[in-house]
């Protein structure tokens, strides 16, 4: 049998919202129906963020705290909620699920690493798919600065997976000439991360954090790792299948 290829799917707050206040349960349905089509080509690692967008639905936490210790205490109350809606909806589809929290200094300590590896490579062999959050109780890394790109960066290149995809809102990375005269213009290749990073316009979508900076420094990890990225509009139905069909415009970044 032909080994599967193996892809670290990103998928931020804003795609999971659909850029709405709610978790969209029809974009997370359309996650796992496409999963399920490539099963038998595919495996999958989820790396999704989500659990402070699904709090805000439930709660609005009182703190004299700042702010970051709030979107802590709403990420612990929300990624049990986001988890169970992945379970059931993934279930519908066929799809095992489990749960991993991360945060980058896990990458820095070997036996960590090997730990992560470990346990990942049993889920994904007996056919679970793992989804990643960052482990917010304990590091702040993405909630103030990330957008869980990193965490999707480090994690694609620490278990070899063959594809980087990360999922945004826009149909890739534009010029920067056409974002400003209001017609968007994909670049659909990337091998020089020079010029690339000319393009980034100082913009970020509702729910975002990173804007495409830290998508940029995220696929340059995955480089670094041999790993290609694509950057894909998560807010279209069949994002990932329509990539590979060459449907949507998106960019590749070699
Ligand atoms: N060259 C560019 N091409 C596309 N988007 C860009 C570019 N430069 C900046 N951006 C901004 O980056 C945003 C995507 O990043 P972000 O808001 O962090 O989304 P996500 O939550 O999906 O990680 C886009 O909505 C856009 O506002
Ligand atoms: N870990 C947190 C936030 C991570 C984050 O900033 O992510 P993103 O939605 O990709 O901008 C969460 O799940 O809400």
């Known amino acids: ?128 798919i793992p989804i990643i959050n960052e482990n917010d109780t304990v590091a702040t890394d993405e909630i103030k600065f990330g957008d869980n790109d990193k965490l999707g960066a480090l994690t694609a290149s620490l278990l070899k997976a063959d594809l980087f995809i990360i999922a945004t809102n826009t149909n890739g990375i534009y010029t920067k000439e056409s974002m400003e005269n209001g017609f968007p213009r994909t670049i659909e290749i990337v091998e020089d991360f020079n010029t690339l990073k000319e393009q980034i316009v100082n913009s970020k979508s509702s729910h975002g954090s990173g804007g495409m900076q830290s998508k940029i420094e995220a696929a340059s990890l995955a480089k670094n790792a041999h790993i290609e990225t694509w950057i894909v509009n998560g807010l279209e139905d069949h994002f990932i299948l329509n990539a590979f069909e060459n449907k949507q415009p998106y960019t590749r970044i070699k």
């Open 1 to 128: 049998m032909q080994r599967k290829k193996r892809i670290l799917l990103k998928v931020g707050s804003n795609t999971l919202t659909k850029e709405t206040d709610n978790i969209s349960r029809g974009k997370i349905e359309d996650i796992a129906n496409q999963i399920a089509k490539l099963k038998d080509t595919c495996e999958f690692i989820i790396v999704s963020s989500g659990a402070i967008a699904v709090a805000k639905q439930f709660v609005k936490l009182e703190s004299k705290q700042e702010d970051v210790f709030v979107k802590q205490a709403l990420a612990s109350i929300g990624q049990p909620h986001l988890i169970r809606i992945y379970q059931e909806i993934f279930r519908e589809y066929g799809l095992l699920t489990s749960q991993c929290l991360l945060s980058y200094s896990d990458f820095e300590k070997e036996e960590s690493k090997t730990n992560i590896v470990n346990t990942i490579n049993v889920l994904v062999n007996n056919n679970y």
